[in-house]
């Protein structure tokens, strides 16, 4: 069980800048204790490079933000909790802290995830409400993403025959679009709303690919319903086939811009969805990847899937310094996959991941999910 002590470090932890959800995970993985890492930032962020020390929380701003979620009505889970969703807690850069209104267990259901055009057609909007009450009605909870369109009506269509969750890209006690504001709260009585973003955060644009993530992770699979190419909803999809959860799409007219980044993902090998039977016919108990803890608990702080490689034989221990030289020489502004890094730094891949997170935490490279790294302009 965890303290509350223990609690309010993690949150704090995951609150304080230029730590992301790797770096957290990470930050475990090599302290025993969120305090022995929080102790730990200034001495790591000063060898990245970083002049000033991160900023960290305060133990009663974390206090605050509890108390502000618990007046709502809502509790705030951590990553290494109990209660925090099984299937997220697989993604790699599953979130540290996520903040729920509604019915906590709901998010540890059996899902499938509904996404698509928020310009969407009458049609699109009635094939989504119609999938959505379908699946929820043979006891699946339906996970959206709250946006106007496709997301609302597969929302709907959910809450007219089961049960449904709201992952949001604004802090837990702000609705968006105002819209919705209705919607979304039927859903907090009805489900369960979800948010990363800390409490009293205003949406903004880099939050909604985050979203997407929490919505692809916390499922079984992602039904398409109207996507353009480039949309978020194929970034929702992308992420899902990453992290070995099955994709849906359903067809559309080749003359609708809306559906040519549907009916791409299954040229692409998605399955072709015309009704909720074709979904069930081919839904995982669980998902297809392999390798990772199906449990969310850490042992003495480490995450799930994340235990530290073992030395490769590159010959002696090299000088921190020179691998964060050479580590910067290779990355660049486009994401560069850690392993690929490793071998052509010619470094153990301990030495190049402690790298890594000094780096990180001097703000001068930022880790992105699927184990990818990028420059920090």
Known sequence: MMTEVELLDRLRLARTDGVGPVTYRRLLQRFATAAEALDALPGLASSGGRAASPVVPTASAARREIDSVAKLGGRML???GPDYPPLLALLDSAPPVISVLGDVAALSERAVAMVGARNA????????ELLAADLALASLIV?????RGIDAAAHVGALSTGRTVAAIASGIDIAYPAENKALQKRIAEGGAV????????????RHFPRRNRVIAGL??????????PQSGSLITARIAQDEGREVFAVPGSPLDPRC??????IRSGAHLTESAADVLANLPDHPTRQGLAR???????????????????????????VVRHRVMELLSFSPTAVDDLVRRCQFSASAVVAALLELELAE?????????VVLVG
Do not use: C, H, I, K
Request: charged content about 15%; aromatic content about 4%.
């Open 295 to 321: 449990s969310p608990m850490f042992a003495r702080g480490q995450p799930p899937g994340m235990a530290e490689p073992p030395p490769e034989d590159f010959g002696p221990v090299p000088d921190p310094e």
């Open 121 to 128: 057609s009458a049609n699109g909007q009635r094939m989504a």
């Open 260 to 265: 040519r980044g549907s009916n791409d993902l």
């Open 219 to 228: 499922s079984l699979a992602v039904v398409v319903v109207e996507a353009a």
């Open 78 to 80: 951590v990553l290494g």
């Open 143 to 147: 996970v959206s993403g709250m946006a």
């Open 364 to 372: 001068r490279v930022e880790m992105l999910p699927g184990n990818q």
């Open 194 to 205: 979800v948010a990363e973003a800390p409490f009293g955060t205003a949406p903004q644009a």
